[in-house]
Nanobody, 124 residues
Framework: QVQLVESGGGLVQPGGSLRLSCVAS????????MGWYRQALGKQRELVAD???????YYVDSVKGRFTISRDNAKNTWYLQMNSLKPEDTAVYYC??????????????????WGSGTQVTVSS
C-alpha cells in the first residue's frame, strides 16, 4: 500500500505562486506514474499534470506555461509549481500515483493511490 500526503495549499492573490508537495510512503517501489488532479466546487475532477512511468509529461491546456510538475526521487516527493495563478485555478488539489507506467488519465481511478487533498484558493 502507498500513502500520499499533500501540502502547500493556501490562499493566494491572482498572479501569485504556490508550490504543492506530495510525499509518498509505504510501497513506493510500486509507483511508476505520479501527478496532480484538481476538483473545483461543482465541477468534475480533472487531471492537471502528470509524469508517466516512461518519463513523459502531461499538462492540461489551461495550465500549460504556468504550472510545472517535478519530482525528487531521493525524497519520494513530487511537486506542482503553480505560477501566474488565476481565480479559475481555485480547487482542491489531489496528488495521485499508480503502478501503471501509463499516464494517470489512462487508468481507472480505483487503480491509483490518492492523497486527501489540499485547498488552493486564488482570490483578491
Amino acid at each position: 500500500q502507498v500513502q500520499l500526503v499533500e501540502s502547500g495549499g493556501g490562499l493566494v492573490q491572482p498572479g501569485g505562486s504556490l508550490r504543492l508537495s506530495c510525499v509518498a510512503s509505504g510501497s513506493i517501489f510500486s509507483i511508476n506514474a505520479m501527478g496532480w488532479y484538481r476538483q473545483a466546487l461543482g465541477k468534475q475532477r480533472e487531471l492537471v499534470a502528470d509524469i508517466t512511468g516512461y518519463g513523459t509529461f502531461y499538462y492540461v491546456d489551461s495550465v500549460k506555461g504556468r504550472f510545472t510538475i517535478s519530482r525528487d526521487n531521493a525524497k519520494n516527493t513530487w511537486y506542482l509549481q503553480m505560477n501566474s495563478l488565476k481565480p479559475e485555478d481555485t480547487a482542491v488539489y489531489y496528488c495521485a500515483a499508480a503502478p501503471s507506467r501509463y499516464g494517470l488519465g489512462s487508468i481507472p481511478s480505483r487503480d491509483a493511490y490518492w492523497g486527501s487533498g489540499t485547498q488552493v484558493t486564488v482570490s483578491s
